[in-house]
């Protein structure tokens, strides 16, 4: 019913930049919190940054200052600009979405993720 495709992961030197977008598409009537994850090998996948559907933004402490998450509402598109990449940045990139669709219902979405590899 919803399909989230994500782009924008490669390789980059540490101290450079990416920009992440995954695109929401299918039965949608609204789109509330969005958010990005991460998941390094052998560690469990964690919260990088959220955005409500007001706007407001949470980040992890690790990522503060660094990544910037915003959302194009006309698009279905959440965003996440990546400055100054450590190599601890290092992950597969996960979007998800919470999605109301047309028929009332309410859940969550992932994204196929995406992987960023941060070269010292």
């Known amino acids: 019913q919803v399909q989230l495709v994500e782009s924008g992961g490669g390789l980059v030197q540490a101290g450079g930049s990416l920009r992440l977008s995954c695109a929401a598409s299918?039965?949608?009537?609204?789109?509330?919190?969005m958010a990005w994850y991460r998941q390094a090998p052998g560690k469990q996948r964690e919260l990088v940054a959220t955005?409500?559907?007001?706007?407001?933004?949470n980040y992890a402490d690790s990522v503060k200052g660094r990544f910037t998450i915003s959302r194009d509402n006309s698009k279905n598109t959440v965003y996440l600009q990546m400055n100054s990449l450590k190599p601890e940045d290092t992950a597969v990139y996960y979007c998800?979405?919470?999605?109301?669709?047309?028929?009332?219902?309410?859940?969550?979405?992932w994204g196929q993720g995406t992987q960023v590899t941060v070269s010292s």
């Open positions: 998800n979405v919470d999605v109301t669709l047309y028929s009332a219902s309410r859940y969550h979405y």
């Open positions: 299918g039965s949608i009537f609204s789109i509330n919190t």
């Open positions: 955005i409500t559907s007001g706007g407001s933004t």
